[in-house]
């Protein structure tokens, strides 16, 4: 079996960028195991040493990212990995060297300064706390606040879409469609633009039903929450109501919840613009849409 790919990450700060840009990579080798490996908080000559001596030491298949803000560190970093030599990518230097050269000013390079409190900082909070709030459907009065409406079968992903757009800085409101219940009222009263519906494989959403099911103790069978006939059936009727509510529909099987959040913003903010409309643009947020 052929060892896994080592993905050392050196930072000044947490390595949470280095890590997150290591793992979009990954995506693009599917059939390579990977170790992710963090040295995070290195400010000095002696962290370097220390963790360059023990690769030396353990020789194996790697790969070297940093994010320092020193340049010296930088350069100590690209001049030791060319020693052993091992590959290596500097993800921070770049970006400094073209913001230098844009602004016409040199970088302060102090390194773990914090980020600070962003302009969309606490509206990307109130955007979360709203699509918690709104789970389920659970105030539908609020429906005439939201930015954006996703309706689909119960477990179709509606619940961390909806907070993920939030993140995003968007007011969700998510509202489960149940055969034999009529929707809320107030759900026709919403935009026709700001509405999405989400569907899912039936097999998928039968194996994620039967997880859920599980934890909670029973089976989920004789109410057919997961029995696959009447799953069949319950998205034939999700389905029949979402084309009432003449909205488009994303099928989130296999979607990454980024991926489905792109798709969301867009068709929201498309369907609003025919009608001379516009979704709002969360603070912090630019929309290149012309």
Partial sequence: MTEALEIHVIADSTGETGARIARVVETQFPDETFQLIRHPRITSLKDLFEI???LRETPGRRVVLYTLVDQQLR???RLACDEIPVPHADLLGPAIHAFEQASGRTADEVMRRPVGVEADYFVRISAMEFAIRNDDGAMPEALRECDICLVGASRSGKTPLSIYLGYLGYKVVNVPLVPGIDPPKELFGVDRWRIVGLTIDAERLQAIRNRRVRGLGGFGIKDGY??????YAELDE?????????CPIIDTTGLALEEAAVRVIDLVDQRARRVGAHLRIPAGSISMTP
Avoid: D, K, T
């Fill in 75 to 77: 350069e100590l970093v």
């Fill in 52 to 54: 360059f001596h023990a």
């Fill in 226 to 231: 997961a029995n696959l006939a009447s799953i």
């Fill in 238 to 246: 999700v389905g029949r109501i979402q084309r009432r509510l003449g």
